[in-house]
């Protein structure tokens, strides 16, 4: 018999340090789990009232040319872009998500010598995207509020430091820190240190923080949005990071070819032009996180306020809760893996999925 080859063996070191990154569990497999013909899915915080008009329109109209090749630079939603944020378009980095520009950013600056600090309780992808450049994950604890100790964050620096990464708000917590302290924090930085500033759920909080773009400076500052969210096209895989042009075009150097297909540009572009859709839809997400806040507050369940358009639920067997509301036919965010063994995040749903999830919390607390 021929021997089988130890791939793993033959990797590079960092590979066996490497998971892949697990989503939320799709309908379709939990139907074919359960046998239940009916199901809600609250568990990857998506827009649950689906894409603007126009950029379904826009997707319709685009799928006549594919056939061809996107334009590589995504020319024309660099521009609306630009045009939104009152920036240069050179100032802007396309992605296929911003969790595609998140790797780009640590590719191009940690290699097996650097560090990349983060919070233990933030974003997987950026221990993800660390580990697989082969540079060293700095997860910073806050045990209090579960988002961002900056004074820890702070003190982690080292001599080793390239990257600092924060969720404002922050994904799975739903914390919000003020722009006065990111600058604060800012200016006690290193000016060739780069700081990312995750921003995918900035839509819900525009109205309440400033705009980072235009208030917040360092000079390896790097601002990543997303379509995914608030503006319904996650499976169009739309990302962007906003920082100085000679930054930019650095981290441009990682990009690959055509990055970016040309349903989602012209989606992308279609959905900014929506600005009173999007509106909309956020205070009909805002007002049902308040709902869903409310009911996990009166059974005790409650961890405290989301910034996002998710809520925390707090329960001593969180990993039973999820099995049962699985079988309620409603899938939630276990949060294990962050080290949040007690915790469930509960994406915000339509009205109709709200109550369905409350009433099968209902049921399955009293079971």
Same mark, same amino acid.
Request: with cysteine; proline share 5%.
């Given at each position: 018999?021929?021997?089988?080859?130890?791939?793993?063996?033959?990797?590079?070191?960092?590979?066996?340090?490497?998971?892949?990154?697990?989503?939320?569990?799709?309908?379709?497999?939990?139907?074919?789990?359960?046998?239940?013909?009916?199901?809600?899915?609250?568990?990857?915080?998506?827009?649950?009232?689906?894409?603007?008009?126009?950029?379904?329109?826009?997707?319709?109209?685009?799928?006549?040319?594919?056939?061809?090749?996107?334009?590589?630079?995504?020319?024309?939603?660099?521009?609306?872009?630009?045009?939104?944020?009152?920036?240069?378009?050179?100032?802007?980095?396309?992605?296929?998500?911003?969790?595609?520009?998140?790797?780009?950013?640590?590719?191009?600056?940690?290699?097996?010598?650097?560090?990349?600090?983060?919070?233990?309780?933030?974003?997987?992808?950026?221990?993800?995207?660390?580990?697989?450049?082969?540079?060293?994950?700095?997860?910073?604890?806050?045990?209090?509020?579960?988002?961002?100790?900056?004074?820890?964050?702070?003190?982690?620096?080292?001599?080793?430091?390239?990257?600092?990464?924060?969720?404002?708000?922050?994904?799975?917590?739903?914390?919000?820190?003020?722009?006065?302290?990111?600058?604060?924090?800012?200016?006690?930085?290193?000016?060739?240190?780069?700081?990312?500033?995750?921003?995918?759920?900035?839509?819900?909080?525009?109205?309440?923080?400033?705009?980072?773009?235009?208030?917040?400076?360092?000079?390896?500052?790097?601002?990543?949005?997303?379509?995914?969210?608030?503006?319904?096209?996650?499976?169009?895989?739309?990302?962007?990071?906003?920082?100085?042009?000679?930054?930019?075009?650095?981290?441009?150097?990682?990009?690959?070819?055509?990055?970016?297909?040309?349903?989602?540009?012209?989606?992308?572009?279609?959905?900014?032009?929506?600005?009173?859709?999007?509106?909309?839809?956020?205070?009909?997400?805002?007002?049902?996180?308040?709902?869903?806040?409310?009911? #996990?507050?009166?059974?005790? /369940?409650?961890?405290?306020? =989301? %910034? @996002?358009?998710?809520?925390? *639920? !707090?329960?001593?067997?969180?990993?039973?809760?999820?099995?049962?509301?699985? #079988?309620?036919?409603?899938? /939630?965010?276990?949060?294990? =893996? %962050? @080290?949040?063994?007690?915790? *469930? !995040?509960?994406?915000?749903?339509?009205?109709?999925?709200?109550?369905?999830?409350?009433?099968?919390?209902?049921?399955?607390?009293?079971?």
């Amino acid at each position: 018999m021929t021997k089988l080859t130890d791939w793993l063996g033959r990797a590079v070191p960092q590979t066996s340090d490497l998971h892949p990154y697990v989503p939320g569990k799709p309908l379709e497999q939990l139907l074919r789990e359960t046998g239940l013909t009916e199901a809600i899915k609250l568990a990857s915080n998506e827009n649950p009232y689906g894409p603007p008009p126009a950029a379904i329109k826009a997707m319709q109209s685009a799928c006549t040319e594919v056939h061809r090749y996107p334009d590589g630079d995504s020319t024309q939603l660099k521009n609306a872009l630009a045009k939104h944020h009152h920036i240069d378009s050179s100032r802007l980095l396309l992605g296929n998500g911003s969790n595609e520009v998140l790797e780009l950013i640590i590719r191009c600056f940690a290699n097996n010598d650097a560090q990349v600090i983060y919070s233990r309780h933030a974003f997987m992808v950026y221990a993800l995207a660390t580990v697989a450049a082969g540079a060293h994950g700095v997860a910073v604890d806050d045990d209090e509020t579960l988002g961002h100790d900056l004074s820890a964050m702070l003190a982690a620096v080292s001599q080793y430091t390239r990257i600092i990464c924060i969720a404002n708000p922050n994904n799975p917590t739903g914390t919000l820190l003020d722009n006065n302290k990111i600058q604060s924090f800012l200016d006690q930085l290193p000016r060739d240190m780069v700081v990312i500033i995750d921003e995918a759920y900035h839509e819900y909080v525009a109205d309440i923080s400033s705009d980072s773009i235009h208030s917040l400076y360092h000079p390896g500052l790097v601002i990543t949005r997303t379509f995914s969210k608030a503006y319904g096209l996650a499976g169009c895989r739309v990302g962007y990071a906003i920082a100085t042009p000679d930054l930019i075009a650095c981290i441009n150097r990682y990009r690959e070819p055509f990055n970016i297909n040309s349903i989602a540009q012209a989606a992308a572009c279609a959905a900014l032009s929506e600005q009173t859709w999007l509106t909309v839809h956020v205070a009909q997400a805002l007002g049902e996180r308040d709902r869903l806040e409310l009911a #996990l507050q009166e059974r005790g /369940l409650s961890f405290g306020h =989301s %910034y @996002g358009n998710f809520v925390l *639920l !707090r329960h001593e067997k969180a990993d039973v809760l999820h099995q049962k509301m699985e #079988l309620k036919g409603v899938i /939630l965010r276990p949060l294990a =893996s %962050y @080290g949040m063994a007690d915790f *469930l !995040r509960v994406s915000v749903g339509t009205p109709e999925e709200n109550s369905q999830f409350i009433h099968a919390l209902d049921a399955v607390l009293a079971s």
